[in-house]
């Protein structure tokens, strides 16, 4: 089966530190539901306000709980020198799969800049690395004739989170069929199937995993259906707000963000009474 990793969120507590408590209780039940992969310090963790130390203790104190599951570090600069410093940090857990290293945002690098911040990062260490192309967040995009390139140049450079545009993926594994291309978007699960996805990153699972798991098992476009609604809910209003609105109230965390996020509207938090209602029945 295509693996599917749940992207997961920071909870905090009032006093803005780490919920893990909280966090606990979320993991305790997404790995009931037989989720047993999961991506830490992402976008929707909240990197970009996490301090390296709590980056650090965090994916310490979770790998220390849960030994069994499978991991995947974010790790957020657009400096290639900081993103080698920040993969060194965790240079002595055998315990991380990879790590994700997003394209470089903001300062726009052409494809050439693109491919020496990837082949330094894949040259500086033996860690298996996995490209993040989400050029909506960052402003430019890796092209496929770039992530070939790479790949074919170091072992380590295994695979990738694609949040751009699906006809990429069928080039990158026509050419590299034992590439991972994990897609980034949930509401475009079946139509990533069809394009040979190997799994799914994921901010949905957090609220319905089963269902996510039938999408990849049967492909029923019903299932389909409700899991783009749940996905429009989720990204309606700045990630991952909605997401933790919808897990406090199921009680799983508490709903703080840490700034410049902020918690979702009142309207949002009107529009999504029913689905909570329903998801609190199960």
Same mark, same amino acid.
């Given at each position: 089966?295509?693996?599917? $990793?749940? !992207?997961?969120?920071? /909870?905090?507590?009032?006093?803005?530190?780490?919920?893990? /408590?909280?966090?606990?209780?979320? @993991?305790?039940?997404?790995? &009931?539901?037989?989720?047993?992969?999961?991506?830490?310090?992402?976008?929707?963790?909240?990197?970009?306000?996490?301090?390296?130390?709590?980056?650090?203790?965090?994916?310490?104190?979770?790998?220390?709980?849960?030994?069994?599951?499978?991991?995947?570090?974010?790790?957020?600069?657009?400096? *290639? !020198?900081?993103?080698?410093? &920040?993969?060194?940090?965790?240079?002595?857990?055998? !315990?991380?799969?990879? %790590?994700?290293?997003?394209?470089?945002?903001?300062?726009?690098?052409?494809?050439?800049?693109?491919?020496?911040? $990837?082949?330094?990062?894949?040259?500086?260490?033996?860690?298996?690395?996995?490209?993040?192309?989400?050029?909506?967040?960052?402003?430019?995009?890796? *092209? /496929?004739?770039?992530?070939?390139?790479?790949? *074919?140049?170091?072992?380590?450079?295994?695979?990738?989170?694609?949040?751009?545009?699906?006809?990429?993926?069928?080039?990158?594994?026509?050419?590299?069929?034992? $590439?991972?291309?994990?897609?980034?978007?949930? #509401?475009? @699960? @079946?139509?990533?199937?069809?394009?040979?996805?190997?799994?799914?990153?994921?901010? !949905?699972? #957090?609220?319905?995993?089963? @269902?996510?798991?039938?999408?990849?098992?049967?492909?029923?476009?019903?299932?389909?259906? #409700?899991?783009?609604?749940?996905?429009? $809910?989720? %990204?309606?209003?700045?990630? /991952?707000?909605?997401?933790?609105?919808?897990?406090?109230?199921?009680?799983?965390?508490?709903?703080?963000?840490?700034?410049?996020?902020?918690?979702? *509207?009142?309207?949002?938090?009107?529009?999504?009474?029913?689905?909570?209602?329903?998801?609190?029945?199960?």
């Amino acid at each position: 089966m295509k693996e599917i $990793f749940t !992207a997961l969120i920071t /909870p905090f507590n009032q006093d803005q530190s780490i919920d893990y /408590p909280g966090l606990f209780r979320l @993991l305790d039940k997404l790995i &009931h539901e037989g989720n047993k992969s999961f991506v830490l310090c992402g976008t929707t963790g909240e990197i970009s306000t996490l301090k390296l130390e709590e980056r650090r203790v965090l994916v310490e104190r979770i790998l220390d709980k849960y030994p069994h599951i499978r991991v995947i570090i974010g790790i957020c600069s657009n400096c *290639t !020198a900081e993103v080698i410093r &920040h993969i060194q940090m965790y240079k002595d857990n055998q !315990a991380i799969y990879a %790590f994700l290293v997003i394209v470089p945002y903001y300062i726009k690098p052409n494809q050439e800049g693109i491919y020496r911040h $990837f082949d330094m990062i894949g040259a500086s260490t033996d860690k298996k690395i996995m490209i993040y192309n989400i050029p909506s967040r960052c402003g430019v995009g890796i *092209t /496929p004739s770039t992530v070939i390139r790479l790949a *074919t140049k170091h072992q380590n450079i295994i695979g990738m989170k694609q949040c751009g545009p699906l006809d990429d993926i069928k080039i990158i594994k026509k050419a590299l069929p034992h $590439f991972k291309v994990y897609l980034g978007d949930d #509401h475009l @699960l @079946l139509e990533g199937l069809q394009y040979h996805i190997d799994g799914l990153i994921s901010v !949905a699972s #957090h609220i319905d995993y089963p @269902l996510i798991e039938r999408i990849m098992q049967k492909r029923k476009q019903y299932d389909d259906a #409700h899991l783009k609604i749940l996905s429009q $809910f989720l %990204f309606k209003e700045p990630n /991952p707000a909605p997401v933790k609105y919808i897990l406090s109230e199921m009680g799983y965390i508490q709903n703080i963000l840490r700034s410049p996020l902020t918690s979702i *509207t009142p309207q949002l938090q009107q529009e999504l009474e029913s689905l909570i209602e329903n998801y609190q029945k199960k």
